[in-house]
C-alpha cells in the first residue's frame, strides 16, 4: 500500500491560514469518509486533530478543520499561532482493512 | 479515558525479534468496539501502520503488506494488554514504535502510548 501523498512543507503568517492536501486513491481516501490528521510536535506522541473527514475531537481548537472532496483531503488551519509549527500527517482507512498514513507536512509559522 | 503505557528492550540484535508490550488502562482489550494498533516512525519511513488486533467475538488480526509474515499482535485478556512480534529484524526495523486505540466504525488512533525507541543494532 502507498503511502498518501502531503506536501513536505508549508508555512503561513500569524494570523493567516494554510490548508495542507492528502492525496490517495479511490482504494483509500476516495473509497470512505474515514480521513483522520494528527499533529506531531518535536519528540512528542502524534495527536489526533481531526478524524472522519472534519471532526474536532473535545478539546482541539476550531481553528482546524478539515474537508474530503474525490481522492483528496484537506486540512486547514486558520488563524495561524506560533504554537501551531508541527508536523503534520493524514491518515486513511482503505479497501485492504488496514490504515495508511501519507508522509508527513512540516508546518512552519513565519 | 483511555491510557496505554509501553515496555519492552531499546535493543534489538538483527535476525532476532522485537518485542513490545502495550498496557491498557481504562478499556479493556477484549472490549468489542475497540481495536488495538501498532504503529512506528523513523526518519526515513515517517508514520507506518503496522498493524492491529481485535475481538469481535473471535479475535481477529489485520497487518500491513511489507510486514505479513513477519509480524504477529496479539491480546493478553488476563493482563489486558497486547503486544507486538517483529521477526528477523534488520536495521531498517530501527524505529520508535507507537500503540494506539482506534475502534469499530472509529478509523482513527484516538489514544496513543508513549512511545518505545527500538534500536537494531549487534
Known amino acids: 500500500q502507498s503511502a498518501l501523498t502531503q506536501p513536505a512543507s508549508v508555512s503561513g503568517s500569524p494570523g493567516q491560514s494554510i490548508t495542507i492536501s492528502c492525496t490517495g486513491t479511490?482504494?483509500?481516501?476516495?473509497?470512505?469518509?474515514?480521513v483522520s490528521w494528527y499533529q506531531q510536535h518535536p519528540g512528542q506522541v502524534p495527536k489526533l486533530m481531526i478524524y472522519?473527514?472534519?471532526n474536532r475531537p473535545s478539546g482541539v481548537s476550531y481553528r482546524f478543520s478539515g474537508s474530503k472532496s474525490g481522492n483528496t483531503a484537506s486540512l486547514t488551519v486558520s488563524g495561524l499561532q506560533a504554537e501551531d509549527e508541527a508536523d503534520y500527517y493524514c491518515?486513511?482507512?482503505?479497501?485492504?482493512?488496514?490504515?495508511?498514513f501519507g508522509g508527513g507536512t512540516k508546518l512552519t509559522v513565519l | 479515558q483511555v491510557q496505554l503505557h509501553q515496555s519492552g528492550p531499546g535493543l534489538v540484535k538483527p535476525s532476532q525479534t522485537l518485542s513490545v508490550t502495550c498496557a491498557i488502562s481504562?478499556?479493556?482489550?477484549?472490549?468489542?468496539?475497540?481495536?488495538w494498533n501498532w504503529i512506528r516512525q523513523s526518519p526515513s519511513r515517517g508514520l507506518e501502520w503496522l498493524g492491529r488486533?481485535?475481538?469481535?467475538?473471535?479475535?481477529?488480526?489485520d497487518y500491513e503488506p511489507s510486514v505479513q509474515g513477519r509480524i504477529t499482535i496479539n491480546a493478553d485478556t488476563s493482563k489486558n494488554q497486547f503486544s507486538l512480534q517483529l521477526n528477523s529484524v534488520t536495521p531498517e526495523d530501527t524505529a520508535v514504535y507507537y500503540c494506539?486505540?482506534?475502534?469499530?466504525?472509529?478509523?482513527?488512533?484516538?489514544?496513543w502510548g508513549q512511545g518505545t525507541l527500538v534500536t537494531v543494532s549487534s
Open positions: 472522519d473527514v472534519s
Open positions: 494506539a486505540s482506534s475502534g469499530y466504525f472509529r478509523e482513527y488512533l484516538q489514544y
Open positions: 479511490s482504494s483509500d481516501v476516495g473509497a470512505y469518509d474515514y
Open positions: 491518515c486513511s482507512y482503505t479497501r485492504s482493512k488496514i490504515l495508511v
Open positions: 488486533t481485535y475481538y469481535r467475538s473471535k479475535w481477529y488480526s
Open positions: 481504562g478499556d479493556s482489550v477484549s472490549g468489542n468496539t475497540a481495536a
